[in-house]
């Protein structure tokens, strides 16, 4: 199972990005994905989840309302659309796989139940 984050930069407090997480039709049809971010000094913090096989999602407080998690099934692709971005959003953003569900759980992603954590994609917010 592999997968590849990107889409991360730059961008001025209240701007908006969209991070890409690349991984296989197999991948996707047995595992949920989730976004997780980390920043210097801090563990890493789960932000939504989604199942691909219902589009059912979950999304931590810290991302509700300004972060919005999609699949696109054709490419094989999970999205994290960040709108409305905060200094305090900096970090470094990881998508990876459940370790074994296929469906979020009703906690929430947590880092312990994921694995297969794709290399992570900057995003700096600042002015």
């Known amino acids: 199972v592999q997968l590849q984050a990107s889409g991360g930069g730059l961008v001025q407090p209240g701007g908006s990005l969209r991070l890409s997480c690349a991984t296989s039709r197999s991948t996707l049809s047995r595992y949920a994905i989730g976004w997780f971010r980390q920043a210097p000094g801090e563990e890493r913090e789960g932000l939504a989840c989604?199942?691909?096989?219902?589009?059912?999602?979950y999304y931590e407080e810290s991302a509700k309302g300004r972060f919005t998690i999609s699949v696109d099934n054709a490419k094989s692709t999970v999205y994290l659309q960040m709108n409305r971005l905060k200094p305090e959003d900096t970090a470094v953003y990881f998508c990876a796989t459940d370790r074994w569900a296929d469906y979020c759980r009703a906690y929430g992603p947590i880092a312990a139940d994921f694995g297969s954590w794709g290399q992570g994609t900057l995003v700096t917010v600042s002015s």
């Open positions: 989604i199942s691909s096989g219902n589009g059912r999602t």
